[in-house]
């Protein structure tokens, strides 16, 4: 029998999950408040997840839940939404189903870190998030990893790729050489790796692998954001570049371990492959 996978939100990344998962093994649908663009492979399920009235009959008889909350607005009330009180309430409705998921997948972010002195940073690294967006994110972990339902929480680093292009734009504008960010660590994912990740973590469930109640997904080269900048300035036959010093001076380096120990391999082990391959496609 095909595993029934519900995609929660089902924006960018859960449509390129649905494209990684076999249809000979997998049943998909998809959440969300417009579901005009779905591919028709993915079951539309139209709804807004700010409802929380009835989200309990929506919600049963799935094998897999993956949630990729996006808030209406980038603002405290959007994100205290998106990554709070709605996943309480999803959290709340699948305790409530008769047959429960074997398993809810969160994609949350590296963003729950507050380490800024450029330390390494894993799954047992503390996190006291300083903004809203943080706050909220950490408060949507919680609530699905103090739930009884099986479980895995996601973190992503920056995610980047088709569409999320924004470090390339600022290259082309040439007003970043001077930016202090220039000399502090930064972490990326491409998402064609997001996922991947979330693909493997499924497969690997279907398996009967154990799975660990926590991954951080991120690259294989945490790295200076000025260097990535001077390289894609360089790609780009552009004559500018940031002046670093040998000492960096702030962020953090997001540590893969457990996750390639898990058996993952990157599809873009660091920035040169993920943005060379944006770069070939004219982005």
């Known amino acids: 029998m095909k595993q029934k996978i519900l995609l929660l939100g089902c ?23 417009n579901i005009a663009a779905l591919p028709t492979r993915i079951k539309g399920i139209q709804w807004d997840l700010n409802d929380a009235e009835g989200l309990d009959q929506i919600l049963c008889g799935f094998d897999v839940v993956v949630v990729t ?42 963003r729950v870190y507050h380490q800024q002195e450029g330390q390494w940073v894993d799954e047992e690294s503390p996190c006291e998030p300083w903004d809203f967006r943080g706050q909220s994110l950490l408060a949507g972990e919680q609530a699905l990893r103090q739930s009884r339902l099986p479980h895995c929480v996601v973190r992503f680093s920056g995610i980047y790729g088709p569409g ?12 970043w050489q001077q930016s202090p960010a220039n000399h502090n660590y930064s972490n990326r994912i491409h998402s064609e790796d997001c996922a991947g990740v979330l693909a493997h973590l499924i497969e690997g469930q279907a398996r009967g692998e154990a799975l660990a109640d926590l991954y951080l997904a991120s690259d294989c080269e945490p790295v200076l954001q000025g260097v990535v900048m001077n390289w894609l300035a360089e790609q780009m036959g552009l004559s500018f570049a940031a002046p670093l010093s040998a000492q960096p001076k702030g962020g953090r380096r997001c540590c893969n371990r ?12 660091s920035f040169r492959e993920g943005y060379a391959e944006l770069l070939g496609d004219g982005g």
């Open 69 to 110: 909350p996006v808030p209406n607005s980038p603002d405290e009330a959007g994100y205290r939404q998106a990554y709070d009180r709605n996943i309480k309430a999803i959290v709340r409705a699948l305790e409530s189903c008769r047959r429960q998921p074997a398993l809810v997948i969160l994609v949350s972010s590296s």
């Open 11 to 33: 924006g960018d990344i859960g449509l390129r999950l649905a494209a990684r998962l076999p249809e000979d093994r997998y049943e998909l649908s998809g959440l969300r408040r």
């Open 258 to 269: 457990r996750l390639v120990d898990s058996g993952y391999q990157f599809l873009y082990p």
């Open 164 to 175: 999320r292009e924004r470090m390339l734009r600022q290259v082309r504008t040439g007003n």
